[in-house]
C-alpha cells in the first residue's frame, strides 16, 4: 500500500471523526441531559445498533431493500442501456427525444407515488418502478455521451473491415461504454438509495424504510438513530462497490 493511499485513509478517517465530534457536541450542547435528546447521542445510538445486529429480522430487512434496489437498477439498466446507444448514435433522435427526457428526469420520483399505488397497489410492483424511474437517467445519459466520445477511427476501422452492425454493437461499441455505463450505475446507486427509503414508507411490511416506521411508532428513537446511521453506512458500502468496479474497469482499459 503507497504512502498517498494511507495517507488518504488517514484522512478520509479524520473527517468522520469529525463528523461524529459534532454529532456529540450538538447533543451535549443543545440537548437535556435526561430529555428525549439522549436518546440520540453517541452511545444510545451505538448500542442500540450493537443490539439491533444481533436481531435476526434486521438482516431480512437489509436483504429486501437490496433486493429492490437491485431489481429497480437492473430494469434501469435494461431500458436505460439500450436508450442511450439509440440517443448516442443519432443527432436526430437526441434532438427529438432531450427535450421529453428532461422534463421526466425533472419530475421528483417520488411525486408519482400516489399515481403508481392506485394503478399497481402496495407491495414489490410500485417501489420496482419508481426506483427504475428514478436510477434509468444517469444511465441513459452517461451511456449516450460515451457513444458521442468513441474515436471515430474505431468505428472507421469497423466499416474498413466490413463488419456488421451487431458485430461493431459488441466489439467497438459497447466495450467503449462501459466506462460510461459504470459511471452512470454509481450514479444510479446514490439516488435509489435516497428514493428507496421513503418508497419502503408505501405499506409494505418489511425493509429498512419500513423499520424506520416501526421504531418510531415503537418511540425507539436511539433505534431509529442506529437505522439511520445503518442506512448511510450500507450507502457508502453500495457507492464503493460500484466506483471500485469503475477504477478496475478504467484500470484494465
Known sequence: MSKDTISGWLLGLSGLAGLLFLWWGGVKVFGVAEGLSARFSLAATFSSLWELFGRGELYLHIVVSLKRIFVGLFLALLVGVPLGLLVGSSRNLEAATTPAFQFLRMISPL???????????????????????????????????????????????????????????????????????????????????????????????????????????????????????????????????????????????
Open 111 to 253: 411525486s408519482w407515488m400516489p399515481i403508481v399505488v392506485m394503478l399497481m397497489g402496495v407491495g414489490d410492483q410500485p417501489i420496482y418502478f419508481l426506483l427504475a424511474f428514478a436510477a434509468v437517467w444517469p444511465i441513459m445519459l452517461n451511456t449516450a455521451a460515451g457513444v458521442r466520445q468513441l474515436d471515430p477511427r474505431w468505428l472507421q476501422l469497423s466499416k474498413s473491415l466490413s463488419a456488421t452492425r451487431w458485430e461493431t454493437l459488441r466489439r467497438v461499441i459497447i466495450p467503449g461504454v462501459v466506462g460510461h455505463v459504470l459511471t452512470g450505475v454509481r450514479l444510479a446507486i446514490g439516488i435509489l438509495w435516497i428514493v428507496l427509503v421513503p418508497c419502503e414508507m408505501l405499506g409494505v411490511s418489511a425493509g429498512l424504510g419500513y423499520y424506520i416506521l416501526d421504531t418510531r411508532d415503537r418511540l425507539a428513537y436511539s433505534e431509529l438513530m442506529a437505522m439511520v446511521l445503518l442506512i448511510g453506512l450500507l450507502g457508502f458500502a453500495l457507492d464503493a462497490f460500484a466506483r471500485g468496479l469503475h477504477q478496475r474497469w478504467v484500470r484494465a482499459g
